[in-house]
């Protein structure tokens, strides 16, 4: 495999959350955390039988997860890696860990409040929280609280932008790790203020123009529905084909 920014802190995250049941991991985008947390937790003492579960708030962005941490194992998914995301499944009898969206995972919750069987849930993308994301930390919680005292459940959040330092207090003080690696150099450039009633696709198509005509390299686009991408994707399409 690769070296990937992420490997130089992993030590420091394993022995976290061999001390801890939770954990925090701040770390920027493209440092590998998707792809290398969960293979790096597999054979964790800790986990022993358990699995490992790990949220991904979008069914592309689940798919495409356990699809390059089966490759990095040399496997298909299915087998090693699954996923479960809505009316699609792919898991078999020696998948240890699983890749799940939001809903799956809250409903597994209100079946299973205990998660018998799982020994950490891993929170991608938790910058990205909603009532969904919410909703399943506080289950996963309250569940672990109540119900499990032999085995306890261990948590992992993982964002690239999110306070850290506030997140830790709202889980007993969980502990932060941080790392400042990035795989290729990323800037952050401001434009124009938004305007109230201004269409947010519009923006954005300007935005990537204007991207595009001052950077080379690809851009990276973040949209907060099927419609907004949809209409982003035709407009550019026809300026730019």
């Known amino acids: 495999m690769i070296s990937l920014p992420i490997d130089l802190v992993l030590p ?3 022995k976290a959350l061999a001390n801890r049941n939770e954990a925090i991991l701040e770390a920027p985008p493209g440092a590998g955390k998707t792809t290398r947390v969960p293979l790096a937790l597999l054979n964790e003492p800790w986990l022993g039988d358990q ?3 790990m949220l991904e708030p979008r069914r592309l962005a689940a798919r495409a997860a356990a699809e390059r941490l089966a490759s990095e194992l040399g ?4 087998e090693t ?3 479960r995301i809505r009316l699609e499944s792919k898991v078999g009898p020696r998948t240890q860990i699983e890749v799940v969206t939001e809903g799956i995972l809250t409903r597994r919750l209100q079946d299973d409040p205990a998660l018998d069987g799982v020994g950490v849930v891993i929170f991608d993308e938790y910058h990205l929280r909603n009532l969904d994301s919410d909703l399943a930390l506080a289950l996963c919680l309250s569940g672990r609280e109540l119900l499990r005292d032999e085995y306890p ?3 992992l959040l993982m964002s690239a932008t999110l306070d ?3 997140l830790s207090k709202v889980l007993n003080n969980a ?3 941080t790392s400042e690696g990035r795989m290729y150099p990323v800037s952050t450039v401001w434009g124009s203020q938004y305007q109230p009633g201004e269409r947010i696709g519009a923006r954005v198509t300007d935005t990537c123009l204007a991207a595009i005509n001052e950077q080379p390299g690809s851009i990276l686009v973040f949209l907060p529905g099927q419609a907004e991408i949809r209409w ?4 550019l399409k026809e300026q730019l084909c």
């Open 153 to 155: 459940l261990k948590l």
């Open 232 to 235: 982003v994707a035709e407009s």
């Open 164 to 166: 850290g330092a506030r």
């Open 51 to 53: 699995k490992i579960l």
């Open 175 to 177: 502990p932060v790790v």
């Open 12 to 14: 420091d995250l394993r």
């Open 75 to 78: 496997e298909k998914v299915g």
């Open 81 to 83: 890696v699954g996923y």
